[in-house]
């Protein structure tokens, strides 16, 4: 199995109440019911407030890199990452487990 974690940063004047992020935050909760490689699927926004936090993370698992592969490649996985491009950054770590 692999864990696939991401941490979201939003960007300098971006707000989660706007619209656009609203709009990010419905693609990737969908996700979980729309890619069969994902065996695990959670995400949601950040509840401290330390200044290292991040604003939004992803918690997810797929069976093998392949599995990892088609996930990252899959269209509603591309169409979420093509919105939060335009008001995010983000850090990623995958390992095996």
Not at 47 to 61: C, E, Q, T, V
Not at 64 to 72: N, P, V
Not at 73 to 85: D, F, K, M, N, S
């Amino acid at each position: 199995m692999i864990r696939h974690l991401v941490l979201f940063k939003l960007n300098d004047g971006v707000s989660r109440d706007e619209p656009r992020v609203a709009e990010g935050v419905a693609a990737f909760q969908a996700l979980g019911g729309q890619i069969p490689e994902l065996t695990f699927w959670e995400c949601g926004w950040n509840i401290s407030d330390r200044p290292i936090a991040y604003d939004f993370a992803i918690n997810s698992a797929v069976r093998d890199a392949e599995a990892l592969t088609r996930y990252l490649e899959h269209p509603a996985h591309q169409a979420g990452v093509a919105l939060w491009r335009e008001f995010a950054t983000w850090v990623v770590a995958d390992y095996a487990f």
